[in-house]
């Protein structure tokens, strides 16, 4: 079974930062693109990050300038570094990777059970 965990959400005050990390267990081949989408309350899900197995990366325009996302593939890990959060942040996080599995190599794509981001004061 391969599975994506992550941690690090929280409630956080404007200005400040968050780094949210989410790994990937299990029989895994190889990890294609990872990243990081958010889904606010009453909105639609929306691309936040991501990053490709070679460590290209592509940002909403909402978080150029803020967010970070960066990948440890030893770990096959991918984190997402937020600073200067705004309330309208306030989101749940979640993971997608699309992941390879071992001898068929057909690819896999999942998604983490969601971290739960508040920014208030």
């Known amino acids: 079974q391969v599975q994506l965990v992550e941690s690090g959400g929280g409630l956080v005050q404007p200005g400040g930062s968050l780094r949210l990390s989410c790994a990937a267990s299990?029989?895994?081949?190889?990890?294609?693109?990872m990243g990081w989408y958010r889904q606010a309350p009453g909105k639609q899900r929306e691309l936040v990050a991501v990053?490709?197995?070679?460590?290209?990366?592509n940002y909403a325009d909402f978080v150029k300038g803020r967010f970070t996302i960066s990948r440890d593939n030893a770990k096959n890990t991918v984190y997402l570094q937020m600073n200067s959060l705004k309330p309208e942040d306030t989101a749940v996080y979640y993971c997608?990777?699309?992941?390879?599995?071992?001898?068929?190599?057909?690819?896999?794509?999942?998604w983490g059970q969601g971290t739960l981001v508040t920014v208030s004061s």
């Open positions: 997608n990777a699309e992941l390879v599995r071992p001898i068929t190599l057909r690819a896999l794509e999942l």
């Open positions: 299990g029989s895994i081949f190889a990890i294609n693109a």
């Open positions: 990053i490709t197995s070679g460590g290209s990366t």
